[in-house]
């Protein structure tokens, strides 16, 4: 079930009293062009749509905790049935304050005449500099305004500081309507990771593959795919962000799958599963994958209240390493290994990130010199992984890797979420246990 009005309008009243003095100004996001004249799907921005609801363009959304009559205003494309008939509905004027619950709203067009006054009496203006170059001249203009009268009348807002860690610190802790919609995001998720599964043998393309997922996505009711999808045969697994998914699966090669959908109000779900591609594992695949397993359950039973994300990814490391000696694939003393980031040719990136609006969501990892706590209500992803290939060069001091190994990518990532007692996977519908994947 979609999120609803109240949810939003809560979600208002929790930022304005974080504003204090301040007044926000929050821009949706405009159309973007692909080619001449034609615009990639509209994607709203997340920070607007978790505060609004609003799903148009051009909007512009004020938080004014300084005028309690009228604390939410929004600027929105009046209502126009020729541009309508081109581009589909609006809500206009009256449906942002009778669907959306904006106390006043006015056509886009009015922003430049009526924001100064809007933004009077205000403290502070809270405004994201170099992200909105349609609005941020005009945040600016009525800023100076203010600056230039304040001789005169005394008032003026004292500052122009970012939105961002007053929202971000809110998004980070899901509520129980966002846990759910994104349990259904993981839901349909894992359900075409499995749907995948039965389709792949041997000869097929790996775009084949990405159809039946994404088919399933939409299916489902999806917007679509929350990120380009990743499907990489062989080799192609040892690019961490590999999407051109143009080659042929080959008989013996493991098949990486890193794909999630986004759903219609935008949360998502963000799985990779790694499994043979003819059924079965190779001696050296086993061990690579189990070894990556292994690191992965560890890392996932370390997500609990009061732990922290780089925690969970020192856990995942710690395995990894101790693994890889174990394999002759690092040498040395694990500490010392650690230390230097000797293992780094084979596992190069983080275990994960956090998980909401955005696939790599807002939120901070560390405040100063303190890494923030994990408490119930954050989803993080837990994704260690490991990619034997000729790409980076071998660490002075450990050994060259054997033909044997190379060309071996694997990733698995599952979707978390903290609870009082500990933690909910949220993805555990999609199979990895190596029993479950072979044929």
């Known amino acids: 079930m979609l999120i609803g009005p109240e949810t939003f309008a809560a979600r208002r009243a929790r930022f304005l009293e974080r504003l204090g003095g301040a007044a926000a100004v929050i821009p949706a996001a405009p159309l973007v062009t692909h080619h001449a004249d034609v615009e990639y799907p509209f994607r709203q921005n997340s920070d607007f749509w978790y505060l609004t609801g609003f799903d148009e363009p051009d909007a512009v959304a004020l938080f004014l905790p300084h005028c309690p009559e009228n604390p939410f205003v929004l600027f929105v494309e009046p209502k126009d049935p020729t541009a309508e008939v081109w581009n589909g509905r609006r809500w206009g004027c009256e449906g942002a304050v009778e669907r959306f619950g904006a106390d006043l709203a006015h056509p886009r067009s009015e922003l430049a005449q009526r924001l100064g006054d809007y933004l009077k009496g205000a403290e502070g203006i809270a405004f994201r500099v170099g992200r909105h170059p349609a609005v941020e001249p005009l945040v600016l203009q009525a800023w100076a305004g203010q600056l230039d009268r304040a001789p005169r009348s005394g008032t003026a807002a ?224 837990v994704e260690p992984g490991l990619y034997v290939s000729d790409r980076l060069p071998v660490p002075e001091g450990q050994p060259a890797i054997a033909e044997r190994w190379k060309g071996i990518g694997i990733r698995i990532e599952d979707d978390v979420a903290v609870t009082e007692r500990g933690h909910e996977n949220l993805t555990a519908a999609a199979l990895k246990a190596p029993a479950a994947l072979e044929r």
Not at 286 to 305: C, D, I, N
Not at 320 to 338: H, K, N, R, S
Not at 369 to 375: I, K, N
């Open 158 to 381: 004292l500052g122009l500081v970012a939105p961002c860690p007053l929202l971000h610190a809110l998004r980070l802790r899901k509520g129980p309507e966002e846990l759910e919609r994104l349990r259904e995001a993981a839901r349909i998720s894992a359900a075409a990771h499995e749907l995948a599964r039965e389709v792949v043998r041997p000869g097929l393309g790996e775009r084949q593959v990405q159809a039946v997922i994404e088919q399933h996505f939409l299916e489902q009711g999806a917007r679509g795919p929350a990120y380009g999808s990743i499907v990489a045969g062989g080799d192609n697994a040892c690019v961490l962000h590999y999407t051109a998914n143009s080659a042929e699966l080959r008989d013996g090669d493991l098949l990486l799958i890193d794909a999630g959908c986004s759903l219609a109000d935008y949360y998502n779900g963000d799985i990779t599963r790694t499994f043979p591609v003819n059924g079965r594992f190779t001696g050296e695949q086993r061990a690579l994958y189990e070894l990556v397993l292994a690191a992965q359950e560890a890392a996932v039973a370390a997500v609990r209240p009061g732990a922290t994300a780089e925690g969970v990814h020192d856990t995942a490391v710690r395995v990894l390493v101790e693994g890889l000696l174990e394999l002759g694939l690092l040498v040395g003393d694990p500490g010392g290994i650690i230390e230097r980031g000797a293992y780094r040719h084979l596992y190069m990136h983080r275990t994960g990130h956090w998980l909401g609006l955005d696939v790599h969501d807002v939120g901070a990892y560390r405040l100063g010199e303190h890494h923030v706590a994990l408490e119930p209500g954050m989803v993080l992803t």
